[in-house]
């Protein structure tokens, strides 16, 4: 196993920057989640780390080899990619079979271990399939086989579960947390779903435009993100945040009125998530936009001074359209952002 650094590292190309000056440590066995919208410079980094890209600036270590120069054969990572990337001509029990072919492991230890990895995936009884009499599920998990049969030091994986339909997707996200808890594994996992990052990682890596954002547990982004762009991604729906002013420990915006810190003041950005809220109150006052029941609970979106604004109301909860609706806001888990978007930290 390993732990893995990148120093510094920036791609370019061209004029256009993928990766600004990036630098990371990853824990031996840790399970991180880069997360970001499409662009951000995920996939880039994991590129490079895989040795498929070379950054323009920087060096990335794997365990205590700098492998700037090192071949991405040689770096003992294994990939996970959104396309499966199986062999359509092989049976599954010889597409898990290739990369000991490839390396060179004796023809009478593969059997086994190849059994035993179609056997962490739940995939020993369709080993003789080929991939196209599979389901999308079973083809991650063929892919995933492939990936852990040689116990590389690195999995890499990218976008794995975007082709796959929703309840395969959460069925799938826990088998491979099970799988990498069992096998303890460096695990490096790009995705843009911030459900599966707040599912998956042990921490997560949030990037915008090549730069990165925030580094923290799940818990700790959701609970207090550093900025309006974290905000503002994770969480679904995602934090409100409302542009207002703040003077004299209240924070003012049409339909808002909220209290906040004594220091702060001036124009800022008020934010509080929808679990955070209830209905009756006074801090927000609009008027429905929307109502979306789902079971378990009802969505409410409300126009409140010509914006949305998201609440997560009781399952029982029901109004018509237009209707005049007021809302109290948690003031523990109120969040305040200055002009250049960064949290203001509370006053100690």
Excluded at 85 to 97: D, G, Q, T
């Amino acid at each position: 196993m390993a732990s893995i650094r990148l120093n510094n590292i920036v791609k370019r190309y061209g004029v256009f920057t993928g990766v600004e000056k990036m630098s990371l440590d990853i824990e031996d066995e840790e399970f991180l989640v880069l997360l970001g919208p499409s662009g951000c410079g995920k996939t880039t980094t994991m590129r490079m780390i895989a040795g498929l890209d070379t950054p323009t600036e920087g060096s990335i270590v794997i365990g205590d080899e700098i492998v700037d120069d090192v071949d991405a054969r040689d770096r003992d990572v294994a990939m996970v990619f959104q396309s499966y990337a199986l062999y359509p001509n092989m049976s599954v029990y010889e597409n898990i079979r290739f990369p000991l072919r490839m390396r060179g492991v004796p023809a009478k230890d593969q059997d086994g271990l190849i059994r035993r990895a179609a056997s962490m995936v739940e995939l020993e009884h369709l080993l003789e399939r080929k991939p196209g009499a599979l389901s999308g599920g079973q083809r991650q998990r063929a892919a995933l086989a492939r990936a852990v049969v040689r116990k590389p030091q690195v999995f890499l994986m990218d976008e794995p579960l975007s082709n796959l339909d929703a309840k395969l997707r959460a069925s799938m996200r826990v088998q491979i947390k099970h799988l990498q808890r069992q096998l303890k594994i460096t695990t490096i996992y790009v995705t843009h779903d911030q459900i599966e990052a707040m599912t998956l990682a042990d921490r997560i890596v949030i990037m915008d435009k090549g730069i990165i954002q925030q580094i923290g547990t799940p818990d700790q982004i959701y609970s207090n993100p550093a900025n309006v762009f974290v905000a503002g991604f994770i969480g679904g729906p995602p934090m409100n945040l409302v542009e207002g002013q703040a003077e004299g420990g209240v924070f003012t915006a049409p339909g808002v009125t909220v209290p906040c810190p004594p220091h702060v003041r001036g124009k800022v950005t008020a934010g509080f998530r929808p679990e955070d809220c209830q209905i009756p109150g006074t801090d927000v006052v609009g008027t429905v936009f929307g109502v979306e029941p789902t079971g378990d609970m009802t969505y409410l979106t409300l126009d409140v001074g010509g914006r949305h604004i998201e609440i997560k109301a009781p399952r029982t909860f029901r109004s018509p359209i237009d209707a005049a609706v007021g809302v109290a806001v948690d003031p523990g888990h109120l969040h305040f952002f200055g002009l250049d978007g960064r949290r203001i930290e509370r006053a100690e």
